[in-house]
Structure formats: C-alpha cells, structure tokens
C-alpha cells in the first residue's frame, strides 16, 4: 500500500516538472505578428499561404474594367435638318427639301471665288479655328472651294453638271437640290492656297489633303466621301469634301474606323436615288 502511494507521488511530481518544463518553453518560443493575442497569425507561418489580396489580379474583375461607356447615338436627331448629325444622302432628303439654316455666320477665310464664305455657327468657328491651326503648324493655308449654298444655288450647281456631263455622271459628282450636304451649311470644299487639285481626287495627296486627313477629326470634321465607298455614299471619293459632325462622334468615327454616316447608325446604303 505504502509503495503504491510512493509511486502516485512521484507520477504526480513528473507531470508538474513536465508542466513546468512546457510552460517555460512556450514563453521562451519567438511570438507571431499577431502580438495583440499572442498566437501566431497565419500570415506569419511558415506553411501559410499568401493571400489573393497580395499578389495582382491577372485579369481585373468586372468593377475593373477600363472599357468605356457605349457611344450613345441618340443625342441628336438624324433626321431633323438642324441637328449637327441629320445624314442627308440619296435616300434621305432634308425635310424640308428647302431647308435653310438660321445661324449662318461668315468666316476669315479665303475663297478662291473671292467672296465671303458662310457656314452654320459651329461648323464656322471649328472651320475657321482648324485652318489657322494648319498654318500654324506648317505655315502653308487652306482656302475654300465651295461653302453653304441655298436650295436655289444648289438647283444651279447641279443643273450645270448635269449640262457637262450628262445626269448620270453629275449623280456622282454633285446632289440633287434637296439632297445636298451644302445645304446644312455644315459640309465644305477644301483646297490649298494656291488652289492644287481642286475638286479632283489628286488633292489626297497634297499637304493640305494629308493634313486634313490625318488632323480634321479633332475639330468635329468627317471626310463625308471616302475612297472606294461609293456603293454606300453613292458618291465618288471627295478628299476635299469635309463635314461638321461635333467633336464627339467625329472623335468615335475616327476611333473606330467607320468611315461613313451610314455605316455608323445602321442606314441603308445610298448608292442611287430611290
């Protein structure tokens, strides 16, 4: 009995020295990052795995997308001939068919006619801003063939091509009276100074045709009649032919790459009169 009793004892004894021997230990070991509760935090242990808010995302979450908004095409009416936008082509006549815009305004620009040329207010002031920058850049100018022109110029213009060339040719060359872009007063005939290639598909290929190829999207301008479009736009490559759109849709016509009006809002192409 007494030896059973001396046996406990010293069992019991061995586990507090072993308790002992544990506790110091523990309080001898290195402490983890997480010093507030004294356990170490999983960021700190060795068979921890780095969180996925350490490393970069490969491909950003839809929150991240840089992609930008939709190009939104109803800001202003295509069909209603003072809209900066109105697509007036062989399907499409003004409507009017003698419409005539209210806010004409004259520029100082030079004309190779010598008179003074008149566009409708934006179109002027972006016109006239653009060309004094072209001959800031390169000291060259840029003049101008042909501007607004009324439903009754417009009747004569078309019936003196009609006279040169016969109808069929003159379709491709000037519009019918209603369905002219001249008569917005937002579309213009542009040429260098001296006048090179005026009217002739050559003119692409001149500084001022390079320039204005390159540059007029930056101030609301659109070549209206690219080359080899013609089954769209029913006209023949006018690289001196540019129209007034806005900054806005010039700049996403030209980011985009879509050439014509009306390609961008989904019109059916206009290669002949209806």
Same mark, same amino acid.
């Given at each position: 009995?007494?030896?059973?009793?001396?046996?406990?004892?010293?069992?019991?004894?061995?586990?507090?020295?072993?308790?002992?021997?544990?506790?110091?230990?523990?309080?001898?070991?290195?402490?983890?990052?997480?010093?507030?509760?004294?356990?170490?935090?999983?960021?700190?242990?060795?068979?921890?795995?780095?969180?996925?808010?350490?490393?970069?995302?490969?491909?950003?979450?839809?929150?991240?997308?840089?992609?930008?908004?939709?190009?939104?095409?109803?800001?202003?009416?295509?069909?209603?001939?003072?809209?900066?936008? +109105?697509?007036?082509?062989?399907?499409?006549?003004?409507?009017?068919?003698?419409?005539?815009?209210?806010?004409?305004?004259?520029?100082?620009?030079?004309?190779?006619?010598?008179? +003074?040329?008149?566009?409708?207010?934006?179109?002027?002031?972006?016109?006239? &801003?653009?060309?004094?920058?072209?001959?800031?850049?390169?000291?060259?100018?840029?003049?101008?063939?042909?501007d607004y022109r009324s439903y009754a110029s417009q009747?004569?213009?078309?019936?003196?091509?009609?006279?040169?060339?016969?109808?069929?040719?003159?379709?491709?060359?000037?519009?019918?009276?209603?369905?002219?872009? #001249?008569?917005?007063?937002?579309?213009?005939?542009?040429?260098?100074?001296p006048a090179k290639c005026g009217l002739n598909a050559?003119?692409?290929?001149?500084?001022?045709?390079?320039?204005? &190829?390159?540059?007029?999207?930056?101030?609301?301008?659109?070549?209206?009649?690219?080359?080899?479009?013609t089954p769209v736009t029913g006209f023949e490559f006018?690289?001196? #032919?540019?129209?007034?759109?806005?900054?806005?849709?010039?700049?996403?016509? #030209?980011?985009?790459?879509?050439?014509?009006?009306?390609?961008?809002?989904?019109?059916?192409?206009?290669?002949?009169?209806?």
């Open positions: 009995m007494i030896r059973r009793r001396r046996i406990l004892v010293i069992a019991g004894a061995a586990v507090v020295v072993i308790a002992l021997v544990a506790g110091l230990i523990a309080a001898l070991a290195p402490k983890g990052d997480d010093t507030a509760s004294g356990t170490p935090s999983a960021s700190s242990s060795l068979s921890a795995k780095p969180s996925r808010s350490a490393s970069p995302s490969a491909t950003p979450s839809p929150s991240e997308s840089l992609t930008p908004p939709g190009f939104d095409k109803t800001q202003f009416s295509i069909d209603d001939p003072a809209s900066i936008w +109105v697509v007036s082509d062989k399907l499409r006549p003004l409507n009017p068919v003698d419409y005539a815009p209210a806010d004409l305004k004259a520029m100082p620009i030079p004309t190779t006619w010598g008179a +003074v040329p008149y566009l409708r207010q934006p179109a002027a002031d972006a016109l006239t &801003a653009m060309t004094q920058q072209y001959t800031a850049e390169t000291g060259l100018s840029i003049q101008i063939q042909s009747v004569k213009v078309y019936n003196g091509w009609v006279a040169s060339k016969g109808q069929a040719a003159a379709d491709l060359t000037s519009a019918r009276p209603g369905f002219s872009e #001249h008569q917005t007063g937002l579309a213009v005939d542009l040429v260098g100074v050559c003119f692409a290929d001149t500084p001022q045709g390079l320039w204005l &190829a390159s540059n007029a999207y930056k101030w609301g301008f659109i070549l209206r009649y690219p080359q080899g479009l006018e690289p001196w #032919h540019y129209r007034y759109v806005g900054v806005e849709l010039a700049t996403e016509m #030209h980011d985009t790459g879509v050439q014509t009006l009306e390609q961008f809002f989904g019109l059916p192409a206009a290669p002949d009169y209806a």
